[in-house]
C-alpha cells in the first residue's frame, strides 16, 4: 500500500504511535468530539469539547438539615411535630456545573398519613460577587401536599428558585403549619434536608 498522504501521528510526550492516512477520534470520559467535512477548504474540522465533571449530565446533590434534633431510623432529622408550628431555616449553594435547575425539593419522612400544610419563601444571591442577600427573593404559596407515613417525601420548591443560578447562595424557611385544621398527618414529620438536581 502506498505511504503518499500518510501523517505521523505524536503523542504529548512526543512518541510516535504511528503513520497513517487516516485518523480515528475517540470521546473519552467527561469529552465530546464531533468532525465536520468541510471540501471548500479541503479540511475536516474537528471540535473537542471538555466537560466538567458531573455536566453534560444530571448533576445531583443533597444538603442534610442543619442542627437536626432527632432522627427516623437512622436518618438525622429535625423533627416537626404536630399541632405546632415549625419552621426550619437552611443555607445551600446552587452547584456551580449546573445549567438548569430540574428539580428543588425539601425531603421529608412522615411519621403518619395525611394532609402536609407547608410554605416555603427564599432569599438568594449570588456567592461573593458583591450581590444584595436578598437580591432575589421567592416563595410557594401556602398550601398542603399529601404524604404518606414512612415514605421518603420530596416537596417540591422549584417555583421559589425561578431565577437562581449556578453558585447562588441560597437561604430557605420552610415552615409546617400542624395548628391549621387542613394540615392532616396527626404527627410528626422529619425534615431531613434539601435536594438540588439539574443540568
Known amino acids: 500500500m502506498s505511504t503518499i498522504g500518510n501523517v505521523a501521528v505524536r503523542d504529548n510526550a512526543g512518541a510516535e504511535a504511528g503513520v497513517r492516512r487516516r485518523l480515528h477520534f475517540v470521546d473519552g470520559a467527561n469529552i465530546a468530539i464531533t468532525t465536520v467535512d468541510d471540501p471548500l477548504n479541503h479540511e475536516i474540522v474537528v471540535t473537542i469539547v471538555a466537560f466538567a465533571e458531573g455536566s453534560g449530565a444530571d448533576f445531583s446533590q443533597f444538603f ?8 427516623k431510623g437512622t436518618y438525622a432529622s429535625v423533627v416537626m411535630p404536630d399541632d405546632y408550628v ?21 425531603v421529608v419522612i412522615p411519621d403518619g398519613t395525611g394532609n402536609l400544610r407547608r410554605s416555603a419563601t427564599t432569599n438568594f444571591g449570588l456567592l461573593c460577587a458583591g450581590e444584595q442577600y436578598d437580591a432575589n427573593t421567592d416563595a410557594i404559596a401556602v398550601g398542603q401536599i399529601a404524604v404518606t407515613d414512612g415514605e421518603i417525601e420530596c ?8 431565577v437562581a443560578t449556578a453558585e447562588d447562595i441560597v437561604g430557605i424557611e420552610f415552615t409546617r403549619d400542624a395548628l391549621d385544621a387542613l394540615d392532616t398527618v396527626g ?6 434536608g434539601v435536594w ?3 443540568t
Open 196 to 198: 438540588i438536581k439539574g
Open 64 to 71: 442534610p438539615a442543619p442542627n437536626p434534633d432527632g432522627n
Open 86 to 106: 415549625t419552621t426550619v431555616r437552611q443555607t445551600f449553594i446552587v452547584p456551580k456545573d449546573i445549567t438548569a435547575i430540574t428539580t428543588a425539593a425539601v
Open 155 to 162: 416537596i417540591n420548591f422549584l417555583p421559589a428558585l425561578t
Open 187 to 192: 404527627a410528626s414529620v422529619h425534615y431531613l
